[in-house]
């Protein structure tokens, strides 16, 4: 069964230091991965995915993520945390033979310190 | 373009009571895929619609169902109403496939008294 690990249910970085939120996940067959971002009170709102093509993925609000294969990972990064940034992010793999079915990861709080 | 709509956003209901949640997709998207949140549980798939047909189902017991329409608005229901069935119930939509991103709505949020 396909699963999704977020490493770290709480994360506090200081304003201006680099984020880094890891997820990992299981998978039999290549994955799609998604980051979305959840605001208090908010639906989810998609951050980044990676489907096929360059591993390096760029998102919104200067965030990234790279899908490392050989290590199952699809890590969430910022060079520099803003206070805007506090928010619940949750990792996302759905699979080609799964329909349109999302893994969820159990979230991450990331708490920006100024 | 209008984003996923729901409806209606709060909802408080008694034990045992039935209840019904709407949601309107993005136009032009033909998958609707409902989950509940909970602060335990976190986010958990329940069920995903496509083209009127229940594609993918979790593992949630029967009396959670659900339905989607020729326009592909979707609705979800629970019936006999548990304590537990407290959370925020989140719909989102999408073209068809796995690769395509999933658009969230805000949410019901649902409360069992």
């Known amino acids: 069964a396909q699963s999704v690990t977020q490493l770290g249910s709480h994360v506090s970085v200081s304003e201006g230091a680099l984020v880094l939120l890891r997820c990992n996940y299981s998978?039999?067959?290549?994955?799609?991965l998604f980051w979305y971002v959840q605001y208090p009170n908010q639906g989810l709102q998609l951050l980044l995915k990676y489907t096929t093509g360059a591993t390096l993925v760029k998102g919104i609000n200067g965030f990234e993520a790279e899908f490392k294969k050989s290590e199952t990972s699809f890590h969430l990064t910022k060079p520099s945390a803003h206070m805007s940034d506090a928010a619940e992010y949750f990792c996302a793999v759905s699979e080609s033979v799964s329909g349109n079915q999302f893994y969820f990861g159990t979230g991450t709080s990331l708490t920006v310190i100024p | 373009k209008a984003g996923v709509t729901q409806t209606p956003r709060y909802l408080i209901k008694t034990r045992g009571q039935q209840v019904t949640l709407s949601c309107s997709p993005i136009?032009?998207?033909?998958?609707v895929s409902w989950y509940q949140q909970t602060p335990g549980q976190g986010l958990q798939f329940l069920f995903e619609?496509?083209?009127?047909?229940?594609?993918n189902k979790g593992n949630f017991p029967g009396r959670f169902s659900g339905r989607q329409f020729s326009n592909s608005r979707s609705e979800m229901n629970v019936s006999t109403l548990e304590l537990g069935d407290s959370a925020l119930y989140l719909c989102?939509?999408?073209?068809?496939?796995?690769?395509?991103?999933?658009?969230f709505g805000p949410g019901t949020r649902l409360t069992v008294l």
């Open positions: 989102a939509s999408s073209l068809a496939s796995a690769a395509d991103t999933q658009y």
């Open positions: 136009s032009g998207h033909r998958s």
């Open positions: 998978s039999s067959v290549p994955p799609y």
């Open positions: 619609y496509f083209s009127e047909t229940q594609r």
